[in-house]
């Protein structure tokens, strides 16, 4: 039962016990201090909040904020367990920007990380909370479209991507334009499809540049 001394609170915790021959009731009791418990009970919970706030900052890039390559890797595992036996199916973009050599060469690395977290921004607003976006390094950001079910919502995501991402960057009376190459794959088999979608981000870097291409066979969802 509670009870206060001292000014504290605490609990009694007691046991009664009964001699046998006189029947006499005896009680025991222990005093528990239960500020200390809920003090105790408090570091816990605030030692245990500090190291989740760890862990989920280890899976960020520090200058964008996406996920970076650890983070994608255990959130992409993740979703496509979650999404094995549901309807639709996951697309995977693979994103490189266009003269960001240039734009490091030229107009420097500040404009550079500019142009980097912009992208990231980008990212994040185009696409749904349950999407994943993160940076693999460098100019390359990879996400997953979770749970498409129709072939043109992909068109639709690529080309809106495309538009977003066409950007003059300008200093010192210098301009430089970037732009995005996005290689496409679908499917839940994580390495198989990021091979795919890589192969078909060649394929747009080599013919044109600023633009998308699903890999070669996934015309339909």
């Known amino acids: 039962m509670p009870v206060q001394y001292g000014g504290k609170r605490g609990w009694i915790r007691s046991r009664t016990i009964i001699n046998g021959k006189e029947k ?12 200390e418990q809920k003090e105790k009970e408090a570091e816990i919970e605030h030692h245990l909040k500090n190291i989740n706030k760890i862990q989920k900052a280890s899976q960020r890039d520090f200058l964008t904020g996406v996920y970076n390559r650890e983070g994608l890797i255990q959130n992409i ?30 107009l420097g690395h500040g404009t550079g990380d ?14 749904r909370k349950e999407d994943i976006v993160g940076r693999l390094g460098g100019d390359e950001f990879v996400l997953l479209i979770r749970r498409i079910d129709r072939i043109e919502a992909v068109h639709r995501m690529a080309k809106k991507l495309n538009e977003s991402l066409c950007n003059t960057y ?15 794959a679908l499917g839940q088999a994580e390495t198989e499809s990021f091979e795919k979608a890589d192969e078909a ?21």
């Open 114 to 127: 500019q142009v980097l977290q912009n992208t990231a921004k980008i990212l994040d607003q185009c696409f």
């Open 201 to 221: 981000l060649y394929e747009v870097k080599r013919e044109q540049k600023n633009g998308y291409k699903i890999y070669e066979g996934q015309s339909r969802v």
């Open 77 to 106: 595992e993740k979703a496509l367990k979650e999404d094995k036996n549901k309807q639709g199916v996951d697309a995977f973009f693979i994103l490189d920007l266009d003269h960001f050599k240039e734009i490091n060469d030229f």
């Open 170 to 184: 300008e200093k010192d009376g210098q301009r430089i334009q970037i732009s995005a190459s996005i290689g496409i």
């Open 24 to 35: 006499n009731k005896k009680i025991i009791g222990v005093l528990e201090n239960y500020d």
